[in-house]
């Protein structure tokens, strides 16, 4: 998906969270109005949500159901993974299409912490992480990352400052694991090799690399004096590499999606928000392309959007969550096969041009009423040993 660290880095750098949000209870309305302007007909548009299936999800899916006068059909996985294997049955099921995906991430307001989220449903009301998912994907690099940063020691080698690295973290031949980009933390020698200045029993020693001893202009060790680097390690400096299961769509999506940007992640000052973010854009960059070529869109309008659903936590004694998405991109593509991609700030102007009124929305408490006043519906099925029913007139 990535094809350097760069271009990673400039990924995460373009996603703006904080002039790009919107509450949830303003983004629906404006999102029907767009889909009107783009020609969708009202009655005839079907949306889809590609949500986690965290309980959390519940308030945006209300609210789409709310303003496009349907409940949405259900197009994602656990950890918002799109399922494009449910493109055709979701076609088949409406004239003009609304896709709508997000990763999403908890906030505690009493914390200001990303990534947490009070489960006022459980014994205690306590905090869980969310997205959940996320959270068991990236705790196993989060412990190796946290392994390497006192697994790598900055230290004095007769004036010089070195970085003396753990031998499991030079051992080249594992498969799996954080692996150190040598070449940013240690200077070559003249021949262009990595060559150790000490060598001690389970470690060896390198003189640092010029950029790294300019991102330490302030330390002064003394002989013998060793620090870890902890937060120094950057991410240029590590990667990781795990056997995944590279089946698309197959057990390790999730992972495999993220796994370039791990090192960003775990050095994330919120990691759960980084993760949930570069979930949304891999899941787009992903999914946006079996859309544009799915048979079953062909000839079809279809506006999918992408973006991250930011759950404030409930405290005790309210019902739901407040919901901000943030946009990230959309595709559209009309019935004669025209098709545009509009980037955040377009898509998010697209919104903002919109009304939040939306005259077609239905009151879904009234609708319940319809429905449980309505006639009941008499099957004719028959037991064995009965008589055929004739069929009744309802009371
Ligand atoms: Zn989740």
Known sequence: ????????????????????????????????????????????????????????????????????????????????????????????????????????????????????????????????????????????????????????????????LCVCIDNGLLRGNRTEGLFLNLSRLAERDSEGEFTPVRTYSTAKSFVASAALQRQLPELHLREGERLPIGAHL?????????????????????????????????????????????????????????????????????LYVSGLNIDISPQVGETFPTTNFVPWAAYFQDRDGRQRILEQPELLMALLAQSEENPDAVDLEAAISVMAESDMVRFGVVASGQESPRPQTPA
Not at 79 to 93: D, L, S
Not at 97 to 112: F, K, M, N, R
Not at 115 to 127: C, S
Request: net charge neutral; aromatic share 12%; charged share 20%.
């Open 234 to 302: 950057k991410p240029k400096m590590f990667f990781f590499r795990r056997d995944l299961d590279e089946t698309p769509e197959g057990r390790d999506q999730q992972e495999l999606g993220l796994i370039s940007a791990m090192p960003w992640i775990v050095t994330s000052p919120h990691p759960l928000l980084t993760a949930a973010q570069v979930n949304t854009q891999v899941e787009f960059d992903r999914a946006f392309r079996t859309a544009a070529q799915a048979p079953s869109f062909q000839g079809k309008r279809l």
């Open 1 to 160: 998906m990535f094809t350097s660290s760069s271009n990673i880095e400039e990924l995460i750098r373009c996603f703006h969270l904080e002039d790009s949000m919107l509450r949830y209870s303003s983004f629906v309305p404006r999102l029907y109005n767009y889909c009107r302007s783009l020609g969708f007909e009202p009655g005839r548009i079907l949306p889809s949500r590609a949500f986690c299936s965290d309980e959390s999800q519940g308030y945006p899916t209300i609210l789409i159901a709310k303003h496009f006068g349907t409940f949405p059909f259900n197009h994602g996985r656990g950890g918002a993974i799109v399922a494009t294997q449910r493109h055709a049955p979701f076609a088949e099921h409406g004239q003009d299409l609304v896709i709508i995906q997000a990763s999403h991430v908890g906030y505690d307001p009493e914390t200001t912490e990303f990534g947490r989220y009070r489960r006022i449903h459980a014994e205690q009301a306590g905090h869980s992480t969310s997205c959940g998912k996320l959270a068991g994907v990236i705790a196993r690099y989060q412990r190796e990352y946290q392994f390497a940063q006192s697994g790598v020691l900055l230290e004095s080698c007769g004036g010089s």
